[in-house]
């Protein structure tokens, strides 16, 4: 069996959808490769949000539930995201977020790494990652940032942990991670993919309280493995160890299995087929409301109470 390749995808909850397209597509330069619904509550939107093609290692999904009351930060979540900026977009992305009202912090220097650090309008943490590694996405040509600034898909998730050891055992021994360093509480863990998406942080924070879920909490991560008979190798190998694993879930554009971890983390294991372009072409993704095989019959219903949104108009970031 393969080791996980490193991060597929990464969920969060958001609260007005409007204002979260409006953040992840229209400022971020995300591009929006799907919006569907949560197939367990059809009334409320998923969006997709990802390089050009939904790239795994480089989609950001949320649950935009309008009246959700914001969560509160804590142990037992990923408590930040972070994307791969190049070095000589550092002044162009503090100038972009600053000029549209997001403050933007220099988080301490992370294994040699600058990052940047700001929340979304939920209060989400998002990281920029300042490297000049290799990443393999595939550009947005006609999105709202110049390319050469584009995020580069992710860099790590930091998961918030109160005993990081429980976590290391289920990364290294039963998802192949590798250890490849520490800085005070923070331990670093590799995944064997190629160049995206790669790592994921451990920050042992003992006297902090458990997180609560909310707008802004991430709901989980899930990590890459190549097709349908892996996942079930997993899924074999971790009902051995004792986690309550579910069984394989179809979710439209993968499969995927969910355990939680022992500091409480949901983990996903998601499955890099078929993909995004199952159901629409490159040139128009995200831009209808696709609805699986068994909600179609429902849709006209699902249409009316999803609330209407429309795609920010792309305005292109100047060169600072
Ligand atoms: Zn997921």
Redesign the pocket.
């Known amino acids: 069996m393969q080791p996980v390749q490193g991060i597929?995808?990464?969920?969060a909850i958001a609260s007005d959808p409007q204002r979260n397209l409006d953040f992840y597509h229209g400022l971020l330069g995300q591009r929006l490769v799907k919006k569907t619904v949560n197939f367990d509550d059809p009334g409320t939107y998923h969006f997709y949000f990802a390089d050009k093609t939904g790239t795994p290692g480089t989609v950001l999904?949320f649950f935009p539930w309008r009246h959700m009351g914001r969560g509160v930060r804590g142990n037992g979540e990923v408590g930040a995201t972070a994307y791969s900026i190049r070095p000589a977009s550092v002044d162009f992305w503090c100038t972009r977020l600053e000029e549209n009202g997001v403050a933007v912090t220099a988080a301490p220097t992370r294994f040699g790494n600058d990052v940047l650090s700001f929340t979304d309008p939920d209060g989400m943490v998002i990281e920029l990652v300042v490297n000049a590694e290799q990443q393999t996405f595939v550009p947005w040509d006609n999105g709202p940032v110049p390319g050469e600034h584009e995020l580069r898909g992710f860099h790590s998730a930091t998961l918030w942990v109160t005993n990081a050891a429980a976590t290391d055992e289920i990364l290294t021994a039963h998802l192949g991670y590798q250890l490849v360093g520490s800085e005070g509480n923070r331990t670093r863990y590799q995944g064997a993919g190629n160049d995206i998406g790669l790592y994921i942080d451990l920050l042992e924070q003992p006297e902090l309280g458990q997180g609560r879920l909310g707008a802004g909490s991430v709901?989980?991560?899930?990590y890459r493995t190549v097709d349908d008979s892996e996942q079930a190798e997993y899924l074999a190998l971790l009902q051995e160890a004792g986690y309550g694993v579910s069984p394989v879930m179809d979710?439209q554009y993968?499969h995927?299995i969910?355990f939680r971890e022992p500091n409480g983390v949901l983990f996903?294991i998601?499955t890099d087929a078929p993909g995004f372009l199952y159901d629409e072409a490159v040139d128009e993704l995200g831009t209808h409301l696709k609805l699986p095989n068994w909600l179609e019959p429902r849709r006209r219903q699902i249409e009316e109470s999803v609330v209407p949104v429309a795609l920010p108009a792309v305005e292109r970031g100047q060169e600072v």
């Open positions: 597929h995808h990464i969920t999904t709901h989980h991560i899930a979710r993968f995927s969910y996903e998601a």
